[in-house]
């Protein structure tokens, strides 16, 4: 993501109109959609929104009025409150029974609770669910003790084959919860919410190995893109040499 927002930086600095824009983008690989709020990358089967991806400053009308040097309002981001306790943890079970305790902890300033409120944006609650998703990729990888993208590929394969039996398993309990005594039906179903419970188990962690091969994947075409860029420029900075030394003669 960080190598498409650093293209269309460039693209935008480059640009003196936004068919400029555009036709930078294109020779790149590159393709704005109608309407200009979405791009189609040489790296993405499916197309990115732009301001959803990297903030309201890559809308149409934001890009443009970069690439016109001309200021708009941005929109402001929406902001949630949370709120924050101040203090240590305090037993409230012993707070109901004790007077000492209670006394003590307003002698030392721990009652009564401090309390204040902070703001959160969106991109917050977005950082905290990549952090999250990511260390339940580290974890994966840690726990089945992954060499490579076949390892993951292979228990990929093998944790979908154990979904599919469970799911077999839960379509023949089911048939015989309805046909079961009533006293056999609390039992059947008990082993039903188990079965619920693994296949909900094995289901995240295979889109766990989809991210993780999703994102090795997306991360050899960038080395690769900027391999072969860095190359073109190697290139470019020899044929340039090149010239001034024959200028010089």
Known sequence: MELIKSDIDEAISKSGKYQDFINILN???YYIKKGGSSISTPYYNRNIRLARAFGDEYSVENIKARIYHYTTEIKQEKKYKVRIYDGVKIDSELLKKSHFYRLYLYLFGKLPAKVHYEGRSAEYYKAIDKMEKTSDEIRFIGKY????????TKIKN????NM????ENKKQLLKKYTKAEDIDK????????????????????????RKIINNT??????QKLIEQREKENLNINHKNIKKEKFRIK
């Open 27 to 29: 020779s790149q690989g």
């Open 145 to 152: 003790e992954i060499q490579n993208i076949n390892d993951v």
């Open 186 to 209: 609390e039992k059947i179903k008990t082993k039903i919410e188990n079965i619920t419970f693994g296949i909900s188990k094995i289901s995240k962690e295979i889109q766990t190995c």
């Open 164 to 167: 599919n039996n469970l799911k």
């Open 217 to 222: 994947e997306r991360g050899e075409k960038e």
């Open 158 to 161: 093998e944790l979908t084959e």
